[in-house]
């Protein structure tokens, strides 16, 4: 099983919908959760973190989390063709400890 | 403050030679990881430094692969011997411990190509 989880996609969502990004996780001791978003041929970039179960807002971009269901998700609201990237799901802690490893990454896709 | 450096950006090699990649965290920054990262794929941890220590190497990081932070400050990533599975994208990444309420802060890789 892979530590951490995510579709592949693509996922393509009209322009001004709500994508919806999710991840599941293996370690039960994770915590710290992580979104970032790559660009092609970039590096990746912290969009979001959360740490507790719950959901935590920043501007259009909402991340949830649900340790219970070792479960985390990414919904962009008002979805822009600009949002159009690889959004990679990242944990850390448990037995990871100091270092953050990260999901396959989504692909999504937001057209005009 | 200029964020994380990483030199060179692209490096084409032949296989066989040796390539050595150079990162320079954000000067506050006590900790530094390289990963790799291969298309369609999230970066695999490699390896980590606090300060000038080694503290962990993946196991994917073979013989071939040495890195280094000399006092603590910029480190080095050198291939010997490189195989075209080494092509990849070489990622440098920084932060301050405790440091994972912070995540991680990027350089702009280091894209290696072995023909």
């Known amino acids: 099983q892979k530590e951490v989880e995510q579709n592949s996609g693509p996922l393509s969502v009209p322009e001004g919908a709500i994508a919806s990004l999710n991840c599941t996780y293996s370690d039960r001791g994770s915590q710290s959760f992580f979104w970032y978003r790559q660009y092609s041929g970039k590096s990746p970039e912290l969009i979001m973190s959360i740490y507790s179960n719950g959901d935590k807002e920043d501007g259009r971009f909402t991340a949830q989390l649900n340790k219970a269901s070792q479960y985390v998700s990414l919904l962009i609201r008002d979805s822009q063709p600009s949002d159009s990237a690889t959004y990679l799901c990242?944990?850390?802690?448990?037995?990871?400890?100091?270092?953050?490893?990260f999901g396959p990454g989504t692909s999504l896709s937001v057209i005009p | 403050d200029t964020g994380v450096s990483q030199d060179p950006r692209h490096k084409i090699t032949k296989r066989g030679q040796n390539v050595t990649f150079r990162c320079d965290p954000i000067?506050?920054?006590?900790?530094l990881y390289w990963y790799r990262q291969t298309l369609g794929q999230g970066p695999e941890f490699l390896t980590y430094?606090?300060?000038?220590?080694?503290?962990?190497k993946s196991r994917l990081l073979s013989d071939r692969f040495s890195a280094e932070r000399p006092k603590g400050s910029f480190s080095t990533l050198e291939i010997q011997r490189t195989e075209q599975g080494d092509s990849a994208m070489y990622l440098c990444?920084?932060?301050?411990?405790?440091?994972?309420?912070?995540?991680?802060?990027f350089g702009s890789g280091t894209r290696l190509t072995v023909v």
């Open positions: 000067s506050e920054h006590n900790r």
């Open positions: 990444a920084s932060s301050f411990s405790p440091g994972l309420n912070y995540g991680y802060t």
């Open positions: 430094f606090q300060n000038e220590a080694q503290l962990e």
């Open positions: 990242a944990v850390a802690g448990g037995t990871s400890y100091d270092k953050v490893i």
